[in-house]
């Protein structure tokens, strides 16, 4: 690409030298590098500040953002500041919530068709035989989310008889939110939720249950919402008094 320069004035203050003439270009290009060193360093800065302000601290930056940084750059940096490898990305504290259940996942490698131990287990090195031994192991951590699951509560109420005077016993049946109604209380009470608390309409919320293969009608629904007032009407008259 060629620079043609749009001031009159700077084209006359050309030297019509070609030696001078390419000096004289060298050294703008001098210029234009170091003018991009700095607005690549002003890029950098301003990244670390937007990603200090709004981002975790763990973040690296995408290959678009790296791209735009020249190594010398990069070189300013404290040792601290850099990218970690990632062979050790695995053992950083990723600073995951606390009170989060934990759950572990081991994976080991394939050694089926190695040499068994007593017990029949894979045991030996797939290449010689010689046996295994844990000489550690690569830790990571990742956040997962678990969407919420439907389930049916199968209630099962014996019937005990008394051999000497026939009388029968069995257990009352629990109570439901709504007499009759196929509703759990907390299933009635996560649909009212969605539509009160989080502005999720009854259709909405009915396309949501059938891709977990859960078909609700929205007119089901519905009539659990407008049941379920009446189980608030009580605590409003105690509001109200």
Not at 87 to 93: E, P, R, T, Y
């Amino acid at each position: 690409m060629v620079f043609v320069p749009h001031d009159t004035d700077a084209v006359n203050q050309l030297p019509d030298d070609a030696q001078l003439l390419k000096q004289h270009l060298r050294a703008s290009m001098g210029e234009v590098q170091r003018l991009k060193q700095m607005v690549d360093k002003l890029t950098l800065q301003l990244a670390r500040r937007l990603r200090a302000q709004f981002g975790a601290s763990s973040e690296r930056f995408d290959d678009v953002q790296r791209s735009l940084i020249e190594p010398a750059v990069l070189d300013e940096l404290p040792q601290s500041k850099r990218a970690v490898p990632a062979a050790n990305a695995g053992q950083l504290d990723r600073s995951l919530p606390e009170h989060l259940p934990r759950e572990q996942q081991e994976i080991r490698p394939d050694v089926t068709h190695a040499h068994h131990d007593a017990q029949g287990q894979g045991c030996g090195c797939i290449t010689c035989g010689g046996r295994l031994r844990s000489i550690g192991a690569d830790v990571s951590h990742h956040l997962e989310y678990v969407p919420g699951r439907f389930k049916v509560v199968r209630t099962v109420r014996p019937k005990l008889a008394c051999t000497t005077c026939e009388a029968i016993f069995q257990a009352a049946a629990p109570s439901r939110p709504i007499p009759r109604g196929a509703a759990g209380p907390g299933l009635l009470a996560h649909v009212m939720v969605s539509k009160f608390c989080d502005h999720i309409p009854l259709h909405r919320q009915s396309r949501i249950y059938a891709r977990d293969g859960v078909d609700i009608d929205r007119g089901t629904m519905a009539g659990w919402v407008e049941q379920g007032h009446a189980l608030f009407y009580p605590l409003v008259a105690a509001l109200g008094r």
